[in-house]
């Protein structure tokens, strides 16, 4: 049997993702307490999270959402990472005020954000071992979060597009 690599792309894509989303499982986080959410979208929910972010963009004056949901739609599937709110008690004072007991319940945590800057590190770097092109987005994040694909609770949500192809569609943007 031949395996022609084109055809095989899309499952590859997905193999790969299901990796980057271990490696964000298992990435070091704050006191021991596991706080992130992760998931891969393709499909339907793919084309819907590019819809989003040109929604987005229009409604707040920002191209790069526009030039960001092209990216997505040539991607084979888009990983998710995000953070549910978990106060540390640790009164570090990082997310601007003295004590956790003083943080209002909208900002957010940053021993959390931080967690999921560490699971966004190793799920890219688990990409680049194996040579496929992604780009963190802030953009598909937003979209992400404001259609819940990571569940009700979860905020300061990113998303990696993961391609392969002959050239990256995250460089020379425009």
């Not at 194996?130 to 819940?148: N, P």
Request: glycine share 12%.
């Amino acid at each position: 049997m031949i395996y022609d690599e084109r055809t095989l792309r899309h499952k590859q894509a997905l193999d790969i993702a299901q990796k980057m989303l271990v490696a964000a499982r298992t990435a070091p986080k704050g006191k021991g307490v596991d706080v992130v959410e992760c998931a891969v979208v393709n499909g339907d929910e793919q084309e819907a999270l590019a819809c989003a972010m040109e929604a987005l963009g229009e409604e707040r004056g920002h191209k790069f959402f526009r030039r960001d949901a092209g990216c997505v739609r040539k991607s084979q599937c888009v990983v998710l990472v995000g953070t549910r709110t978990k106060l540390q008690g640790l009164n570090c004072g990082y997310c601007g005020f003295a004590t956790c007991g003083e943080k209002p319940a909208e900002a957010p945590c940053e021993i959390n954000a931080v967690d999921v800057g560490i699971a966004l590190g190793a799920a890219v770097s688990r990409a680049q071992a194996y040579g496929v092109d992604t780009r963190i987005m802030f953009s598909a994040g937003q979209a992400a979060w404001k259609l819940g694909f990571l569940g009700e609770g979860v905020g300061q949500v990113y998303a990696i597009p993961v391609s392969i192809s002959s050239k990256s569609p995250f460089f020379d943007r425009g």
